[in-house]
């Protein structure tokens, strides 16, 4: 039986920058990971990837092939991956003995719910390989500054949980950053509980590009409230408790904790004794010293064991 996670989210949202996190974060507490790159548009990868779909196919090809842009291109992409599903199983089957999966997918909300093809590699590979997977949806943590994109965010997080059926967090991602953006209308556990939604109608009231759209927004939040599944927790990607309190929230919706509590509870002491490094580079701030910083990073890992 195989763990892991399937990484999902608008653009912006930092899921590449989640995965080189989270794996560097499972290896310090003692899991073995494979990162599968199956973002066709990721041509700067921070992380080194066991899997790569352009080794299979390319995004730029695509494009310059059949004449599409970078939203057709990669809905073709996954059409393509879809039907070439032996390449990515043949891929896998090598690591799934002791490996822990993390599935870097691209960012395009539509392969997640309007189109089938991404369900389906997962819903795939889960039959074939036997796949624990829960589904980690990354949302920007600064669309709570603004009550329109927030409700925004909470109808995708809810159509997303709907198409994937799988396990299913939502996220809101760099929330060390939220300050940034001003002051929040509402205490963080508002945006996070997702309960009341009607106090936003005040808010949204005093933006007159909002105020015209007040029934249609009404409608909305009235249907993610009667679904009452969307909840959000929070991620500091650089702040080792924030990502070992997700890491063990994913692990009771995929079932690894159930698969070794004992294992689990040794893997958690590593950090919980004493402190540990935790050192972790942003992509952006960091793209032409990247390897020079990632040498930096496994020296002082050693150190600290």
């Known amino acids: 039986m195989v763990f892991g996670q399937v990484v999902i989210g608008p ?7 989640y995965c080189n996190g989270m794996s560097q974060f499972l290896q310090l507490i003692g899991r073995k990971v494979a990162v599968i790159n199956l973002d066709p548009a990721n041509d700067a990868l921070p992380y080194e990837c066991a899997v790569n779909i352009e080794d299979l196919i390319k995004l730029s090809d695509v494009m310059v092939e059949h004449g599409l842009g970078p939203n ?11 039907k070439n599903i032996d390449w990515l199983e043949a891929k896998l089957k090598p690591l799934i003995k002791d490996h822990y999966f993390l599935f870097d997918f691209p960012g395009q909300v539509e392969l997640f719910f309007l189109h089938s093809s991404a369900k389906n590699v997962i819903m795939k590979l889960v039959k074939k390989l036997n796949l624990r ?4 949806h990354l949302v920007d943590a600064h669309l709570c500054s603004d009550p329109g994109k927030y409700v925004s965010a909470l109808l995708l ?34 945006y996070t509980d997702v309960e009341n939604l009607s106090y936003l109608q005040y808010s949204l009231d005093q933006d ?12 909305i939040c009235d249907v993610v409230e009667d679904y009452s599944l969307v909840n959000f927790t929070t991620l500091d ?8 309190n997700l890491v063990k929230l994913i692990d009771k919706s ?3 904790i159930f698969a070794g509590i004992e294992a689990s509870a040794v893997e958690f002491s590593k950090i ?15 793209q032409e010293k990247y390897m020079k910083d990632d040498e930096n990073f496994d020296d002082d890992e050693h150190s600290g064991d």
């Open 11 to 17: 653009p912006g949202s930092g899921k590449t920058t």
């Open 72 to 82: 057709g291109g990669l809905v073709y992409c996954m059409d393509y991956l879809e």
């Open 133 to 136: 997977l829960t589904a980690v």
């Open 157 to 190: 997080s809810l159509s997303t949980m709907l198409h994937m059926e799988l396990p299913h967090i939502n996220v809101l991602s760099k929330i060390d950053l939220i300050e940034s953006y001003g002051k929040l209308a509402f205490n963080l556990d508002f």
């Open 208 to 219: 007159p590009r909002s105020a015209k759209y007040r029934k249609l927004t009404k409608e």
């Open 237 to 244: 990607i650089q702040d080792k408790e924030s990502v070992g």
């Open 254 to 256: 995929n079932g690894y």
């Open 272 to 286: 919980a004794v004493g402190p540990v490094d935790w050192d972790y580079y942003r992509v952006a701030a960091v």
